[in-house]
């Protein structure tokens, strides 16, 4: 597609489930984000990948974030034992590459964990 | 550490009138780059400027137009002749030398009323 593609765009998840949101970038881009937004606020950085590998995860806020893109395209965000403070609108971005490179964004997933 | 601050969290405005959202900014980096994007009511982030730390030249484009002064860490928009389609939250965000990640401000909430 044109655009970056998320999905679902909406999980309603029961406390200490596990939870996997999937990210399709723009074909070709090397560069991939994983950003929180919770109600009201900025979109936060959680980690980022340039091709398959995982560069920087220092906003993932726990060990139960845990994310991956194994083949250097698609990304999955997992988040396990879902607490009520996960509930957020979860973003993806991906840009070409270069350090001031657009960061195009997907519609973002939103969770709710009841 | 890097930091956006935008202090109106929402504005309301009538059709045709001017207005201009504020962004200040924090970084130790000489090298870093700023961004505006749009989030409309589906939640998909769109962009709409970058700007370069060396290039302090205003930009117009169409009704927007955006000033950028270093002297005081400010990167303004401003829309001309509001129109209600501009209804939407308006995020600021930085991306410095080191890191990839973009630090986003608060955002403010545009409502333009018919």
């Known amino acids: 597609g044109a655009g970056v593609s998320q999905s679902p765009r909406y999980k309603v998840a029961k406390r200490g489930q596990d939870v996997a949101l999937r990210c399709d970038p723009i074909?070709?881009?090397?560069?991939l984000f994983w950003y929180q937004q919770a109600l009201g606020q900025g979109p936060e950085f959680l980690t980022y990948?340039?091709?398959?590998?995982?560069?920087?995860k220092s906003g993932l806020p726990s060990d139960r974030f845990f994310a991956e893109r194994p083949e250097g395209s698609v990304s999955t965000l997992k988040i396990q034992r879902t607490q009520q403070e996960d509930s957020a609108v979860y973003l993806c971005?991906?840009?070409?590459?270069?350090?001031?490179?657009?960061?195009?964004f997907g519609a973002g997933t939103r969770l709710s964990v009841l | 550490a890097q930091k956006v601050t935008q202090a109106q969290t929402e504005i309301s405005v009538v059709e045709k009138e001017d207005v201009t959202l504020d962004c200040v900014y924090e970084t130790r980096d000489t090298t870093y780059y700023l961004f505006w994007y749009k989030q409309p009511p589906s939640g998909e982030l769109v962009f709409l400027i970058r700007?370069?730390?060396?290039?302090?030249q205003n930009e117009i484009s169409g009704r927007y137009s955006w000033n950028f002064q270093k002297s005081t860490s400010s990167f303004n928009f401003t829309i001309t002749a509001s129109q209600v389609v501009d209804s939407a939250v308006y995020f600021c965000a930085l991306r410095g030398n080191a890191g990839n990640m973009l630090t986003f401000g608060g955002g403010t909430r545009l409502m333009v009323k018919p």
């Open positions: 700007r370069n730390s060396f290039d302090e």
């Open positions: 990948f340039q091709n398959e590998a995982q560069l920087d």
């Open positions: 971005a991906s840009s070409s590459s270069g350090p001031g490179d657009i960061q195009y």
């Open positions: 074909s070709g881009h090397v560069s």
